[in-house]
């Protein structure tokens, strides 16, 4: 290989990995990384909880599943070196990542009591406040759609929760 083709291989090599960047790192994501944390199965969404309704089995499910959640992210940000509340303004990304639907008129896609994406963003903020993760739940602001955030048909049932600072220039103001 001359040096000629080695320097335009070494430059598409340059521009791929500058592009996978760019893909993985959305736009709306503009602070820096503070957490990329992997939940090894689903959790169960929000749910309006009435308060006739706070110690129905699905109250109690919802409130088990929060417990565990908080531990899991209280976990992943001591791993990242984040000790103690976040008190600064941040964007939250959930990737929510479920198995087909088996049988029924939805078979190969999502099953009809999945929850919406939003209800799972919800969940984790709400983790994240009651058990003093941060300060305020409206310090946390959705990332929006695309790579970091939405929900998606896989093999394996999981969540990523990846959680940026809040840029400068305050633009999370506009989402």
């Not at 964007?91 to 999502?110: M, Q, W």
Request: charged residues 25%; hydrophobic residues 40%.
């Amino acid at each position: 290989m001359t040096p000629l083709e080695l320097a335009a291989q070494v430059e598409r090599d340059r521009s791929a990995q500058k592009r996978i960047a760019a893909q993985s790192a959305p736009e709306h994501a503009r602070g820096p990384l503070l957490a990329r944390i992997e939940i090894p199965r689903r959790i169960v969404p929000y749910v309006r909880i009435p308060h006739a309704a706070k110690h129905s089995k699905r109250a109690k499910r919802y409130h088990a599943s929060q417990n565990m959640l908080a531990m899991e992210l209280r976990a992943g940000l001591r791993a990242a070196g984040i000790f103690g509340t976040i008190a600064e303004r941040i964007r939250v990304g959930v990737e929510v990542y479920v198995t087909p639907c088996a049988s029924g008129p939805n078979k190969g896609g999502f099953r009809a009591n999945e929850g919406d994406w939003d209800n799972y963003f919800k969940a984790v903020v709400d983790a994240m406040k009651h058990h003093g993760l941060i300060e305020e739940d409206n310090m946390a602001r959705v990332a929006g759609p695309g790579p970091g955030s939405g929900a998606y048909l896989a093999e394996r049932e999981r969540v990523v929760v990846t959680i940026w600072a809040a840029d400068a220039a305050g633009t999370t103001e506009e989402l």
